[in-house]
């Protein structure tokens, strides 16, 4: 029998090969940037949580505003759910028509998102701020115009009032700002 000679095998240098290369940090998830402009992890570190490396460059300020969002949210809901009548005659100046259940469910909500708030406090996912800066920011501006809606029909401005609707007004702008910052690509250096 005549032994067929096979060609030496040829071994692969797949440093050397570019698609081989490619075709592996793609498996990794390790590289390049995504349609966001943020770089991915790979697959190891994300099982392992190692993040610290990852974490995005947050905006000066923006965790002390979360704080500070998050003491008010709950403050105003406490004093809703248990003092009603006072809060409604701090903003107000006067002994309302809304009733104190009203203004009880008010602090429920404010409560429920308060918590909301005190959780955002220990993400570091930029889009879990951005909803939470999103969703304060059109808190703010439906309060903004329903206080304001409520003294056209009044026909005056307590001093509570426009105080509530300046810090209203400077809470948009101080929410806005930071939605607006977290969704800036980063600059490539």
Not at 53 to 80: C, D, H, N, Y
Request: with cysteine.
């Amino acid at each position: 029998m005549i032994a067929k000679h096979q060609p030496p095998l040829m071994k692969k240098h797949s440093q050397t090969d570019l698609v081989s290369r490619l075709k592996s940090r793609k498996v990794l998830g390790v590289g390049g940037e995504d349609d966001d402009g943020e770089i991915h992890r790979s697959k190891i570190s994300q099982v392992l949580g190692n993040e610290m490396k990852f974490t995005m460059k947050e905006p000066l300020g923006l965790r002390l505003w979360q704080l500070v969002s998050a003491i008010m949210f709950s403050v105003v809901a406490m004093m809703a759910l248990i003092f009603p009548d006072q809060l409604y005659d701090i903003v107000f100046d006067k002994g309302g028509s809304a009733s104190k259940i009203s203004v009880r469910l008010y602090g429920g909500a404010l409560l429920s998102f308060s918590l909301i708030m005190w959780n955002v406090l220990y993400t570091t996912e930029k889009m879990v701020i951005r909803w939470t800066l999103l969703s304060e920011a059109c808190y703010f501006a439906v309060q903004f115009i329903v206080t304001s809606i409520t003294l056209l029909e009044v026909g005056l401005l307590p001093w509570g009032a426009s105080l509530l609707l300046f810090s209203r007004g400077l809470f948009i702008i101080v929410s806005v700002y930071y939605y607006y910052q977290l969704g800036l690509k980063p600059k490539k250096v």
